[in-house]
C-alpha cells in the first residue's frame, strides 16, 4: 500500500516478520452479543485509543481499508504525531477489528492489529497484535523505553473497551 513505511503489510494475521518486536494480547472484555456489538462500534471508531489516551483524527468512521488516522501523544511540543493507514478492516456477525500500518514520521514502522471475536461460550475477546521496529533516531537511541511505552499503551487498549 502507498507510503507505508515496511513491507510486511497483513503480518499481524498470521505469523509475524523476523527482525521487530513483536506483542500478542488479549483479554476478555465482555460476553454477548450485545458486549460484542457495543465494542466493535467503538473500535471501528478509533475509541480503543482514545480512551486509552491518544487525541485521535481519522479520515473516516467506521474505520475501513485506507482510512488514515494521525494520534498524537504528549503534550504541547512534546507530543509525538503518529500517522498511520488503515490496512485491514471487517465487521461481521463473530469477528470485527482493523489494522493499521505505520507511515513517514511516525515513530516506529510496522503494524498492529485489533481484534474482537465472539467466541461460541459468549466471551468477548479483545486481542492486539503488533510488530515493530525504531523508525526515527529518538525511538532507535530510545528503544528500551519505546518497548515500555508499546506495553503501557497495549494494556491501556485492551482496558479501554472492557464492559466489566
Known amino acids: 500500500m502507498d507510503g507505508l513505511t515496511y513491507d510486511e503489510v497483513g ?5 509475524m516478520p523476523p527482525g521487530y518486536h513483536h506483542v500478542r494480547a488479549r483479554r476478555v472484555i465482555g460476553h454477548g452479543r450485545v458486549d460484542f456489538a457495543r ?10 485509543q482514545r480512551r486509552a ?10 474505520m475501513r481499508v485506507g ?12 507530543a509525538f504525531r503518529i500517522p498511520c ?8 456477525d463473530t469477528v470485527a477489528g482493523f489494522a493499521y500500518g505505520t507511515l513517514p514520521g511516525h515513530p516506529e514502522r510496522g503494524e498492529e492489529r485489533f481484534t474482537l471475536t465472539l467466541h461460541p461460550s459468549g466471551d468477548v475477546v479483545f486481542e492486539i ?6 523508525g526515527r533516531w529518538f525511538t532507535r537511541v530510545g528503544a528500551p523505553l519505546g518497548r515500555a511505552v508499546q506495553a503501557w499503551m497495549t ?5 479501554a473497551l472492557d464492559a466489566h
Do not use: H, I, K
Not at 40 to 48: N, P, V
Not at 155 to 159: P, S, V
Open 11 to 15: 503480518a499481524t494475521a498470521g505469523e
Open 39 to 48: 465494542a466493535a462500534d467503538a473500535l471501528l471508531a478509533g475509541e480503543a
Open 53 to 62: 489516551g491518544a487525541r485521535v483524527e481519522s479520515s473516516q468512521t467506521p
Open 67 to 78: 482510512t488514515r488516522v494521525t494520534m498524537r501523544l504528549g503534550l504541547g511540543r512534546l
Open 85 to 92: 493507514l488503515v490496512v485491514w478492516a471487517e465487521r461481521g
Open 129 to 134: 497484535a503488533a510488530f515493530s521496529a525504531p
Open 155 to 159: 494494556r491501556r487498549y485492551l482496558r
